[in-house]
């Protein structure tokens, strides 16, 4: 069974920075993609960034220039540095891979909070 591990999240006052890190097990194939989710308390999950094999990259508008997604293809690990946080940046962040089949496969989350 493919499990994600993520880790990372915590407090960090407006203007800190933050790296969030996944890594993938139990699973030997790479996946097409992997990236980043965030849900925020009463809003809906949004796309932050994600990576594909060949190293392309999608990242939402609100964070392009803050945040850099990078990606350890051979391990199925994915990064999000997270520069200049700001509080609406504050949620829950996912890390998901996307296998060759388009299936997503999610972790669990980890807890980003941004405040003074």
């Known amino acids: 069974q493919v499990q994600f591990e993520e880790s990372g999240g915590g407090l960090v006052q407006p203007g800190g920075s933050l790296k969030l890190s996944c890594a993938a097990s139990?699973?030997?194939?790479?996946?097409?993609?992997m990236g980043w989710h965030r849900q925020a308390p009463g809003r809906q999950r949004e796309l932050v960034a994600t990576?594909?094999?060949?190293?392309?990259?999608d990242i939402a508008d609100s964070v392009k220039g803050r945040f850099t997604i990078s990606r350890d293809g051979r391990k199925n690990n994915v990064y999000l540095q997270m520069n200049s946080l700001k509080p609406e940046d504050a949620g829950v962040y996912y890390c998901?891979?996307?296998?060759?089949?388009?299936?997503?496969?999610w972790g669990q989350g980890t807890q980003v909070t941004v405040s003074s």
């Open positions: 990576v594909t094999d060949g190293g392309r990259t």
């Open positions: 139990g699973t030997n194939g790479a996946f097409a993609s």
């Open positions: 998901i891979g996307t296998t060759a089949f388009g299936a997503p496969i």
